[in-house]
């Protein structure tokens, strides 16, 4: 019967997958390379629209140009046709390709030479938008773009002012304007580096706290998956235990063994106990959490605490496995006794779990100024140094969720740790030793 009922028992659950992988974050050259594409097409776009709303007003209401004027405006009507087609495929976010970037280009080149040629060559006010044309090629194509289009431009104005006049003017009548346009070229195509260059750093930056963000709610994900599933097999383990024995007992009645009865009372009070651990740790994080816990701070007795601490593993472990060393200036320390009693019982059931079963737990104190510190050493395997500050993290344990051999739900460090320094001390973990941790707190002296 004893058999069946530890058979009931069941084992150790296997680990589901702690997580399941989310997108990853978009690649980070190409967003901002698109990101740039997409800010240079609209900048262009509304300096075309400017343009064209300048070239409309100028073309009608100035009067100097009444004679072609029907040509301007069918001009302008489809070059605002044109721009029309670009802004909706801005806006359904299609973005011209290379390609594509040079006939806007050349095609804008067209519409500045014609509209140079219908209103009267060097001397026409339109010369204004071969600027906004250089302009864009900055934006575009950078520098050495910026000054192929102003010499395509310089030749498409010559050519333009030329057909018109039937000869060449003074050099002065078209050379500021050619000169303007390797200026404007060079300066708009620094300034467009520079602003390309400040906001690929800003994005970058945006990126990276973005990826920082998504991995640490991926871990967050990730901890608190993994505390339900060790959460679940915590509280499943003992109470399979204690429902097991209840209906052994139940079944057997009068006829179970008195080493029986014994055994079942022991397996009993050590599993709910175990279950009123996990609950008060739980309990008290909730609280934490919440920021509804309460401290009463005072003088306490360590000697006091520590053997309550110790009373409540004795059906765990032996009591000799215990050792601990309190000398007289160092029994009084200022804490909430209940809380500290949870601290070392934290730091003890840590010890045990990771410490062979016959290596001793040792807990001393030893008064430092006006601080006493209390150091709980164990003989278990040594923590990784880049894994020193992480086992203070809420549901975090060293070992995998695959892997593990130990109990718990990685919460009894982290529970340390809050109530400490709630408490004004500090809590440290040493691993220089080959082998084993020493787990230190150090407290106001009492």
């Known amino acids: 019967m004893l058999a069946a009922a530890r058979r009931q028992a069941p084992a150790p659950a296997p680990a589901a997958e702690a997580f399941v992988s989310r997108p990853p974050v978009r690649d980070l050259p190409s967003a901002v390379e698109r990101d740039r594409r997409a800010g240079t097409e609209r900048v262009i776009e ?17 009067g100097a140009h009444a004679a072609r004027v029907g040509e301007v405006n069918l ?14 495929a801005l806006v359904a976010r299609h973005l ?39 302009i864009a090629s900055s934006l575009r194509f950078g520098i050495k773009g910026s000054l192929f289009c102003a010499t395509a431009i310089s030749i498409a104005y010559i050519g333009a002012g030329v057909w ?77 235990k204690i429902k097991a024995w209840l209906m052994l007992m139940q079944d057997a009645g009068d006829r179970l063994p008195v080493d029986a009865q014994r055994e079942a009372t022991e397996v009993l009070r050590s599993e709910t106990e175990s279950l009123a651990r ?3 740790n739980l309990l008290c994080i909730a609280q934490l959490e919440a920021g509804e816990i309460r401290l009463k701070t005072g003088p306490v007795d360590l000697d ?47 010890a045990l779990k990771f410490s062979p079963e016959d290596e001793p737990v040792k807990l001393s104190a030893h008064r430092d100024a006006r601080e006493v510190r209390v ?28 892997t593990r051999q130990r109990g718990g739900c990685g919460v009894g460090l982290y529970l340390a740790r809050q109530l400490t320094e709630r408490m004004g001390g500090r809590i440290w973990v040493d691993n220089k030793a080959s082998r084993g941790n020493c787990f230190s707190i150090s407290l106001p002296l009492g």
Not at 53 to 60: H, L, M
Not at 329 to 343: F, G, K
């Open 46 to 62: 509304l300096g075309r629209w400017l343009v064209l709303i300048f070239a409309a007003v100028t073309a009608n209401f100035s």
């Open 75 to 88: 001009l302008l009507g489809s070059w605002g046709l044109f721009n029309l087609a670009v802004t909706l």
């Open 96 to 134: 011209p390709g290379r390609r594509t970037q040079y006939a806007m280009t050349a095609l804008d080149i067209a519409v500045a030479t014609a509209l140079v040629y219908m209103t009267g060559g060097f001397g026409s006010s339109f010369s204004v938008t071969f600027y906004v044309v250089v």
């Open 164 to 240: 018109v006049s039937k000869g060449l003017p003074t050099y002065d009548n078209f050379a500021s304007h050619i000169f303007l346009y390797f200026v404007v070229a060079l300066a708009t195509g620094l300034l467009a580096r520079e602003l390309a260059g400040a906001r690929a750093r800003q994005l970058a930056h945006t990126y990276q706290l973005e990826h920082a963000a998504f991995m640490e709610l991926r871990e967050v994900d990730r901890l608190k998956t993994d505390f339900i599933m060790l959460a679940s097999h915590e509280l499943r383990t003992p109470l399979a």
């Open 278 to 280: 996990l609950t008060d």
């Open 304 to 350: 006091e605490v520590v053997e309550q601490v110790f009373a409540r593993f004795v059906e765990s472990a032996d009591r000799r496995r215990f050792q601990c060393v309190i000398p007289d200036d160092a029994r009084r320390v200022l804490a909430d006794h209940e809380r500290l009693a949870l601290v070392l019982a934290c730091l003890v059931d840590n």
């Open 375 to 402: 150091d709980v050493r164990d003989n278990g395997r040594r923590i990784p140094d880049d894994q020193i500050e992480r086992v203070f993290a809420s549901f975090y344990q060293v070992e995998s969720p695959l």
